[in-house]
């Protein structure tokens, strides 16, 4: 649906557009001083896991690890870097994943069944509610073409997902009921609605993680633009876990 700002639209968000950067174990790392954070032992943070890129993924890897007890340490740069973790619409996706990839689509539908409790246990730890809502999402096609050619790829999810995917077509006035006053363009034949998909308020959802890393006994570093990793010493697949390395911040 084009123009419609404040509605449900087709391909209205895509959950954290991010890739998740480097983590590297068993780090002894060397820092600058930092104003975001008071340093340890001079000018040293020590973790047993550190994360390059502390955005809504390396967050949410650090919580994880810190919450199971291990030592987390997290170097991000500048709050003033255009970052997708802050700057998004906060859906959770599930009903157009992995169309081509059904291993995908199933773990994709796996995390958003554990996402009450993890919303809930992130409340319960930090005060801070992520404001995690299942609603279900609607697709709204443009012409008849496009219409068609969204229902002919709707049922073909459902044939190659299963039971687990529910995604229903609707016709222009079953459409027109369930969005209410929201006036539907000419051109708008009719549409779908999934109710697998939600959504968290981003920002209520980053701040949480990070505070949830703190109370676990974890450090993020902020204004730590990693520039390079070095290894020392060599380093070779069968003899990681032993590695050390350098990284250095620009």
């Known amino acids: 649906m084009r123009g419609y700002s404040d509605s449900p639209r087709r391909h209205c ?15 002894e790392s060397t820092l600058a001083q930092t104003q975001a954070e008071p340093m340890t032992n001079g000018n040293q943070h020590k973790a047993d896991v550190l ?33 997708a973790s802050r700057g998004n619409f906060g859906m959770i996706s599930i009903s157009n994943k992995g169309f081509n990839n059904l291993a995908y689509f199933r773990l994709s539908y796996a995390s958003s069944r554990l996402w009450p409790e993890f919303a809930s246990t992130l409340r319960e730890q930090t005060g801070i509610d992520p404001a995690f809502d299942l609603k279900g999402k609607i697709y709204l096609p443009v012409g008849d073409a496009e ?5 002919e790829k709707v049922a073909e999810y459902a044939r190659r997902v299963g039971a687990d995917y529910r995604h229903d077509i609707l016709n222009r006035a079953d ?34 993680l990070i505070n949830a890393i703190r109370r676990h006994g974890g450090w993020v570093l902020r204004d730590h633009r990693v520039g390079r990793i ?9 003899k ?11």
Not at 13 to 20: N, Q
Not at 21 to 26: G, K, L, M, P, S
């Open 240 to 250: 990681a876990t032993g590695a050390r390395f350098r990284i250095v911040v620009e």
């Open 230 to 238: 070095e290894h020392q010493g060599g380093i070779s697949p069968s």
């Open 13 to 27: 968000f895509k959950g954290p557009p991010i890739c998740s950067r480097t983590v590297i174990r068993d780090v």
């Open 147 to 151: 219409f068609a050619a969204h229902a």
């Open 51 to 83: 994360i390059v890129g502390g955005g809504v993924v390396g967050a949410s890897i650090a919580y994880g690890l810190a919450a199971e007890g291990a030592r987390v340490g997290v170097l991000d740069a500048e709050d003033s870097d255009f970052s």
């Open 175 to 208: 459409l027109q009921q369930l969005l209410g006053n929201v006036r539907l363009g000419e051109r708008v034949a009719g549409g779908s609605f999934s109710p697998l998909d939600g959504l968290a308020e981003p920002l209520r959802l980053y701040s949480g």
